[in-house]
């Protein structure tokens, strides 16, 4: 049913992603798809990473650990924006083009006050993306 299964990460916050992490995970083991694991970061330094390269190579090392728990193949693709803050959503519906995902899986955020004034990323991507988006609470 699902070849490539698209996970969205902020490797900032990776310890609360792991509901999303284990659903890809078992999807991916059940269908046999493969894992793609999609993390926007700026060309500035960061918390995570100096440059560019080295948040890829970070994100490479989370891929490969999160497919080997999943007993499933994973790749990792990064990708660079002028402002990730603003440019999230855009730059996640189309890395799901890019890797040719046919299913986003990602964590939804806690609910808050701010969420009767601006949308969530989850249903921003679900709404813009060709493909299912399963948002995971």
Sequence with gaps: MFNRIMVPVDLTHA??????????GDLA????AQLVYVG????????????PKEY???LAAFA??????AGATAEAHPV???DPAVDLDPALVKAAEETGADLVVMASHIPGIADHFWPSNGG????????????VR
């Design 124 to 135: 921003t991507i679900a709404s813009r993306a060709r493909v299912s988006v399963m948002v």
């Design 56 to 58: 890829g190579e970070k």
């Design 29 to 32: 083991a059940h269908y046999g």
């Design 80 to 82: 660079t924006t002028h």
């Design 64 to 69: 490969k650990a999160q497919g080997l728990a």
């Design 15 to 24: 310890d609360r992603l792991a509901k999303a992490l284990n659903v890809a």
């Design 40 to 51: 926007v970061t700026a060309s500035t330094p960061s918390s995570i990473a100096h440059t």
